[in-house]
């Protein structure tokens, strides 16, 4: 059974950093492009940003020049390093696959931006 745990979140003033962290569980990790993403209340689940096997990276527009993805393939883990933090970005955020798997959602881990 594939599982995604993630891990980091917290309150953080306006302009503030955080750093997600999700540990994966599927055994061909290495083998999936990995994805960050983010549901604020009362909206749908959004993509932030992809990392592919070889490190390609693409970002949501909004998040360009502050979010940071990146991969440990040998620990299975994926990472979100969130600079300048927005009030608008209080939301849960998820790891998954890209595309995702419907199977795969874990709990999230949830970021509020609050002064």
């Known amino acids: 059974q594939v599982q995604f745990v993630e891990s980091g979140g917290g309150l953080v003033q306006p302009g503030g950093s955080l750093t997600l962290s999700c540990a994966a569980s599927?055994?061909?990790?290495?083998?999936?492009?990995m994805a960050w993403y983010r549901q604020a209340p009362g909206k749908q689940r959004d993509l932030v940003a992809t990392?592919?096997?070889?490190?390609?990276?693409t970002y949501a527009d909004s998040v360009k020049g502050r979010f940071t993805i990146s991969r440990d393939n040998a620990k299975k883990s994926v990472y979100l390093l969130m600079n300048s933090l927005l009030p608008e970005e209080t939301a849960v955020y998820y790891c998954?696959?890209?595309?995702?798997?419907?199977?795969?959602w874990g709990q999230g881990t949830q970021v509020t931006v609050s002064s």
């Open positions: 998954n696959a890209y595309p995702s798997s419907s199977n795969w």
């Open positions: 599927l055994s061909v990790f290495s083998l999936r492009t």
């Open positions: 990392i592919s096997t070889r490190s390609t990276i």
